[in-house]
């Protein structure tokens, strides 16, 4: 599972990927590390399934979405007001900001691991199942967002693991 950045941009539209000044590189290069084979591309949804403002898209690019935060319905409002934003709308996070203590945080890197702990579930129900498997399964049952069908904002939808969990 991969974030694919909090950029806001859109992943379709290539970017210039050049060789390192005095390096050598034989094998393929790759704009981010979610568009590798193999690496299921996670975009970032709202706690009110619109694509995240800062989650980066592709038509190529995305393959799942899950929730990753965002300030809330008050955002943005016109005094930029940090007290105005809701808690509730971001993600717990378990990289400690104070010794003890964790975060609420937003990002792709919140949405990813929701995931990748659905992917878990779904090997441990289903432990013959390769990874390739798993993803598709995931893809299959995720709740349609946006236009009908994989769209370049969320993918296949929504990552649904009680429906991954119940297909035969």
Known sequence: MGANGND????GKRMKTEKGKGKVYDGPLFDTF???????????TTNRDTLAYYSNYGSSNVHLASPGGDYGP???NPENDASKRDL???????IPVAQGSYGWKIGTSMAAPKVAAAAALMKAQFPQLKAQQIATRLQQTAEDLGKPGHDEYFGHGLVNVYNALQKK
């Not at 979610?34 to 970032?44: A, C, E, K, L």
């Not at 509730?88 to 378990?94: F, K």
Request: net charge negative; hydrophobic share 35%; aromatic share 4%.
């Open 8 to 11: 806001g941009m859109d992943l």
């Open 34 to 44: 979610t568009s590798i084979p193999g690496v299921v591309s996670v975009s970032s």
């Open 74 to 76: 008050n955002w943005p």
């Open 88 to 94: 509730e709308a971001r993600t717990l996070s378990t």
